[in-house]
Antibody
Framework: QVTLKESGPVLVKPTETLTLTCSVS??????????VSWIRQPPGKALEWLAH???????SYSTSLKSRVTISRDTSKSQVVLKMTNMDPVDTATYYC?????????????????WGQGTVLTVSS | SSELTQDPAVSVALGQTVSITCRGD??????ANWYQQKPGQAPVLVIY???NRPSGIPDRFSGSSSGNIASLTITGAQAEDEADFYC???????????FGGGTKLTVL
């Protein structure tokens, strides 16, 4: 059974650095057809993609948040970590990690097929 | 543009058919995926790729696309289908992912 589970603080203060951990099971972070993204959702608002780590350890970041976000992984622990600096109240959201799977060969396509339950974060002094 | 645009809200009578659309330049190159999110829950993938359903997703859900528009169709909507639906795809660069603004589906 494939699962992802987010963990981290419930509350951070403005200007602090956030660290979230996604613990995965049931698949390998080194699987060439899989990767893990972080996605967030402010209360009552839409989903926003933040960052992605590929099976070869390459990373991709949202253009708007690239200067503040770092994604990394520890394959021995099956964990993906998101760090976000200089937190602000507008960063208040539910943060999800999700597995991305790639299908096909001639015209590959991908989707976030398994999601964690999400972790609720409030940024407030 | 790398954005995906969805209508904010759509309604359908119980048992009828409804389509939810997603518009974006990147959809000319990349498939749209569709996610259903019920209140207080994580999103669930319902359609991916050209028109694929993950295991456990009812066959009343289907996907299609034409040009820069992708559609999710629910044939014979049920009360339990009431939820927010999000489309997603890669952006024009192919190096990032984007989500639409979401469509709230009400089943009357």
């Amino acid at each position: 059974q494939v699962t992802l589970k987010e963990s981290g603080p419930v509350l951070v203060k403005p200007t602090e650095t956030l660290t979230l951990t996604c613990s995965v099971s049931g698949f390998s972070l080194s699987n060439a057809r899989m990767g893990v993204s972080w996605i967030r959702q402010p209360p009552g608002k839409a989903l926003e993609w933040l960052a992605h780590i590929f099976s070869n350890d390459e990373k991709s970041y949202s253009t708007s948040l690239k200067s503040r976000v770092t994604i990394s992984r520890d394959t021995s622990k099956s964990q993906v970590v998101l760090k976000m600096t200089n937190m602000d109240p507008v960063d208040t959201a539910t943060y999800y990690c999700a597995r991305m799977t790639i299908w096909g060969s001639y015209r590959p396509f991908d989707a976030f097929d398994i999601w964690g339950q999400g972790t609720v974060l409030t940024v407030s002094s | 543009s790398s954005e995906l645009t969805q209508d904010p809200a759509v309604s359908v009578a119980l048992g009828q058919t409804v389509s939810i659309t997603c518009r974006g330049d990147s959809l000319r190159t990349y498939y749209a995926n569709w996610y259903q999110q019920k209140p207080g829950q994580a999103p669930v993938l319902v359609i991916y790729g050209k028109n694929n359903r993950p295991s456990g997703i009812p066959d009343r859900f289907s996907g299609s696309s034409s040009g820069n528009i992708a559609s999710l169709t629910i044939t014979g909507a049920q009360a339990e289908d009431e939820a927010d639906f999000y489309c997603n795809s890669r952006d024009n660069s192919g190096n990032h992912w984007v989500f639409g603004g979401g469509t709230k589906l009400t089943v009357l």
